[in-house]
DNA sequence: CTATACTCTACTAAGTCAATAGAGATTTGT
DNA sequence: ACAAATCTCTATTGACTTAGTAGAGTATAG
């Protein structure tokens, strides 16, 4: 059930991006360093998200990525659903991924009615947290005090 | 998020031997076409159930298998962490499977306290489906007319 | 015009997944 | 004792995914 690296990598990055929001871009290298990512592999992620509409990009001298919209409106389900792909145990069960499965009868299938209802605890989670809240947990955890560029994530 | 196919094939089993509990020893090659599973890859699969425990088998002729407990008495949860691996989305919020993730600071970490209260809600409800209530859910869809061995599941 | 930073495409080593294969061990019925 | 059915153990394989790495190219600030 878990996640790729990948993906906790894409959360990572946007959390720092979240923070950073009404701020100037930040590079790669300091979102790279900060969350101890490899740059390259951090690179291609960026571009995944940025095709996804979450992010955007400045390039040369001054460049780096911000987010694209306010952090209120990106939710982690979209993210991971861009990344992982669905979000349900099984793709019988996803509404945006489906796929039959191999058994007898869909419609009268026990696991399948258990893991919808995995499906929507888990949706309903990840459907309702935001970028934004992340940041609001992040203040919270580790109090006000501290200069916004050295959150530890 | 998705479980593998491995994992399915592995509840659905279970499922047939839940349904044929109170009787006599399913065979791999019943069980193998009535669920459309490859019988070689269920033998694997029921092999690695018996070293779980849930399972037990008998040889030979009239040999097969069936639970090695009541079907109240497993949970999908157990069976799944087994087959699969943590139930957490990662690593670093499972109990049984912890592992420390490359974030700065766990103990300040947003993504995890979310990813925490996912778990919970993934935990929460395969900790208490258990194969009997599968069995039960496996009535109510189909009605109780059928013949336990035709069950489609 | 140059240093800096993003971008695009390709590659790869390691691991996982979903089987498949063959030979062996056990049990029941005759 | 023997045959047939069935589980068991170990190995292998092809396709795919994952987590990177690499190189050459493009845009921009100063």
Redesign the interface.
């Known amino acids: ?3 790729s690296v990948r993906g ?1 990598y894409a ?2 990055a946007l ?1 720092v991006l979240g923070l950073n929001y009404d701020r100037d871009v930040v590079r790669i290298q300091t979102i790279s360093e ?4 490899p740059k390259r592999f951090l690179e291609q992620i960026l571009t995944d998200l940025k095709s996804l509409g979450v992010v955007e990009s400045r390039r040369g001298v001054a460049g780096g990525y911000r987010l694209a919209r306010p952090p209120e409106f990106v939710t ?1 389900a979209a993210v ?1 659903r861009h990344i ?8 019988c069960v996803s509404e945006r991924f489906y796929e039959k ?5 869909e ?5 399948r ?2 893991m919808k ?2 499906r929507e ?2 949706v ?3 459907e309702n ?1 935001t970028v934004a809240q ?2 609001e ?2 203040k919270l ?2 109090g006000e005090h501290t200069n916004p560029l050295d959150y ?2």
């Open positions: 059930m878990k996640i906790e959360l990572r959390l900060q969350q101890n990512i982690l991971i992982e792909g669905p979000l349900a145990p099984v793709s499965c191999s058994c007898p009868d419609s009268k299938c026990a696991i009615s258990v209802e995995v605890a888990i309903k989670i990840l947290v992340m940041c947990r992040v955890l580790q530890v994530i």
